[in-house]
């Protein structure tokens, strides 16, 4: 593992620089393909509203995609995330436009851990909502 | 309806091996946009102390979840999985998946609450390689929504 942040660097409270990610329907049909998650919820309006949702919702496996990019984008090597985590608390609702949803995503250092761990709390919304709980990812620097 | 509690702690046989492919890495990185060159350049990965290209976080999702439907679709079980959502979802990684492993999981329901009308089951899965050695294990919680007028 190769990480270009280290541990004595970091100080809880460190802020990881924050993203923005789009989804539209064309990203969660491309994510349907890749993660074999079909549920028509994720796709098809009619079935999505007739289950009582607003409209087509994203996976909440993509948003935990999305959001996690912000911790492996800050410290290079993906696989020093070694523990991930959150709570679906919001849908992240994807209108039939051009335009699509965002994913905002910020993140900090909240607790320097043992053995060069640190523990980094995520936080995600989408149209001014919270869409995860308890986003938080241990990771392992050197 | 409340389900069985006595499913809690039941264990179910460990899945056939799921071969990571180094293409379906790929597919997956580009799905969710992410150009990390550690999931598609077998030359980027090595350089960072891995064997082949790795596997984004949640990538290994696709193999417990198909796992769990395993458990969850068990009839004795009965859960109404037309009405079932994620509530919450945990990865805890000893080393990161990479292409060319050969992955099984077996799946433990953790717990089963009724709260609200609604069914919580937490379901387990323990990730191991071909090797018997340990990989990831990943925590499943889902909720089947209560029917309305129930």
């Given at each position: 593992m190769a990480t270009t942040i280290k541990y004595a660097d970091v100080e809880?409270?460190?802020e990881l620089p924050a993203q923005t990610f789009p989804v539209t329907r064309a990203t969660l049909v491309q994510y349907?393909?890749?993660?074999g998650d079909f549920n028509p919820i994720?796709?098809?309006e009619k079935f999505a509203v007739e289950v009582g949702l607003p409209d087509v919702i994203a996976h909440g496996m993509f948003t935990m995609a999305e959001a996690i990019r912000v911790?492996?984008?800050?410290?290079?090597d993906p696989a020093a995330v070694v523990e991930y985590g959150v709570r679906f608390t919001k849908p992240v609702v994807v209108p039939n436009d051009d335009k699509g949803a965002e994913i905002e995503v910020s993140a900090k250092v909240a607790a320097k851990l043992d053995d060069s761990r640190?523990?980094?709390?995520?936080?995600?919304?989408?149209?001014g909502q919270k869409v995860l709980g308890m986003s938080r990812a241990v990771v392992q620097l050197v | 309806m409340a389900l069985d509690?006595?499913?809690?702690?039941?264990?179910?046989?460990?899945t056939a091996p799921y071969e990571v492919g180094r293409e379906k890495i790929r597919e997956f990185a580009e799905a969710v946009g992410d150009t990390n060159p550690a999931y598609a350049d077998r030359a980027a990965a090595q350089a960072l102390g891995h064997p082949d290209v790795i596997a984004p976080p949640t990538f290994v999702f696709a193999i417990t979840f198909k796992a769990a439907g395993d458990v969850v679709h068990d009839p004795e079980l009965g859960l109404?999985?037309?009405?079932?959502?994620?509530?919450d979802q945990k990865?805890?990684?000893?080393?990161?998946?990479?292409?060319?492993?050969?992955?099984?999981?077996?799946?433990?329901?953790?717990?089963?609450?009724?709260?609200?009308?609604?069914?919580?089951?937490?379901?387990?899965?323990?990730?191991?390689?071909?090797?018997g050695e340990h990989v990831v294990t990943a925590w499943t919680k889902l909720v089947s929504r209560a029917a309305e007028g129930a």
């Amino acid at each position: 593992m190769a990480t270009t942040i280290k541990y004595a660097d970091v100080e809880v409270g460190t802020e990881l620089p924050a993203q923005t990610f789009p989804v539209t329907r064309a990203t969660l049909v491309q994510y349907a393909g890749a993660s074999g998650d079909f549920n028509p919820i994720h796709w098809n309006e009619k079935f999505a509203v007739e289950v009582g949702l607003p409209d087509v919702i994203a996976h909440g496996m993509f948003t935990m995609a999305e959001a996690i990019r912000v911790v492996t984008d800050w410290v290079g090597d993906p696989a020093a995330v070694v523990e991930y985590g959150v709570r679906f608390t919001k849908p992240v609702v994807v209108p039939n436009d051009d335009k699509g949803a965002e994913i905002e995503v910020s993140a900090k250092v909240a607790a320097k851990l043992d053995d060069s761990r640190v523990r980094v709390d995520l936080v995600a919304t989408s149209a001014g909502q919270k869409v995860l709980g308890m986003s938080r990812a241990v990771v392992q620097l050197v | 309806m409340a389900l069985d509690q006595s499913f809690v702690g039941r264990s179910y046989p460990p899945t056939a091996p799921y071969e990571v492919g180094r293409e379906k890495i790929r597919e997956f990185a580009e799905a969710v946009g992410d150009t990390n060159p550690a999931y598609a350049d077998r030359a980027a990965a090595q350089a960072l102390g891995h064997p082949d290209v790795i596997a984004p976080p949640t990538f290994v999702f696709a193999i417990t979840f198909k796992a769990a439907g395993d458990v969850v679709h068990d009839p004795e079980l009965g859960l109404d999985y037309s009405r079932v959502v994620h509530g919450d979802q945990k990865f805890a990684y000893s080393r990161p998946v990479h292409a060319g492993d050969l992955l099984s999981v077996t799946s433990t329901i953790e717990g089963i609450k009724s709260l609200a009308g609604n069914d919580i089951i937490d379901v387990r899965g323990e990730v191991h390689d071909e090797n018997g050695e340990h990989v990831v294990t990943a925590w499943t919680k889902l909720v089947s929504r209560a029917a309305e007028g129930a």
